[in-house]
């Protein structure tokens, strides 16, 4: 990963291989991202950025009335998506996009929900702000934005903690899920924890939890909170009036 400026195949391909390993609490973030959805039958719910499409499954099964819009960058992100939702097929629709780009921000129907899980961080803030306000504008009145992603702790005190707390978490989940360090010593590797390097990786732009908390205001999003906040990662939403 180190020193590539743009998110490539060979980071898909880890992050399909590690993810499980990777993200701290990965099953309850899907569980709380679905719990800050409210009801809404037949409504368009749209992901940025699926990775595997774990989460855009889980919303298919929670919400079975709605449809789900996956978009990403990644061909192979984009194929295990689809595969992983396969039996939900028919009410899956996939497409390739540009995160950073603002011309796929207005859809056929206003979103009754918008989600990402670590896809934003890539966005420096100003396009944050942007993408932000563009959502918020795309959103049907009562439809949320729920983001899940790294944060950038504001002291170094805060990098030290979120770094240790990774590193725990990735070696607890590598323990349980194959009884060895394995994945752990990938994770060391490959250098995926921001929070040792923070200045390192070009591709990771995290902003703090209170500056995007605060532009999630700016942008016209009311109930705006942190709902989690663990090893650097957290989620927040807001929802339109």
């Not at 396009?127 to 899940?148: P, Y």
């Not at 992603?149 to 070696?171: H, K, N, T, Y």
């Not at 009884?179 to 490959?190: I, K, M, P, T, V």
Request: net charge negative; with cysteine.
């Amino acid at each position: 990963m180190q020193g590539e400026q743009h998110w490539s195949d060979n980071n898909s391909r880890s992050f399909l291989d590690y993810g499980r390993y990777f993200v701290p609490e990965r099953e309850r973030q899907i569980d709380m991202i679905a719990d800050l959805i409210p009801a809404a039958p037949g409504g368009l719910l749209v992901e940025l950025c699926p990775g595997e499409g774990l989460l855009s499954r889980a919303l298919l099964e929670r919400f079975a009335d709605c449809r789900v819009l996956a978009l990403d960058g990644s061909e192979p992100m984009l194929e295990q998506t689809r595969a992983t939702c396969r039996d939900h097929a028919g009410r899956l629709a996939t497409g390739t996009f540009e995160l950073a780009d603002r011309d796929w921000r207005r859809f056929s129907e206003p979103p009754h929900a918008i989600v990402s899980s670590l896809a934003i961080h890539h966005l420096d803030g100003l396009q944050k702000q942007t993408l932000f306000a563009d959502l918020a504008a795309a959103l049907r009145s009562g439809g949320v934005l729920v983001v899940a992603d790294i944060v950038r702790p504001p002291s170094a005190a805060g990098l030290a903690i979120a770094a240790r707390q990774w590193d725990e978490a990735v070696r607890s989940r590598a323990l349980a899920i194959d009884g060895d360090l394995a994945a752990f010593a990938e994770f060391n590797r490959l250098g995926w924890n921001y929070f040792r390097n923070p200045d390192g990786e070009p591709i990771d732009k995290p902003s703090s939890l209170a500056e995007q908390l605060a532009w999630l205001s700016e942008a016209g999003f009311t109930a705006v909170d942190c709902a989690w906040l663990f090893a650097g990662h957290a989620i927040f939403s807001g929802r339109k009036p």
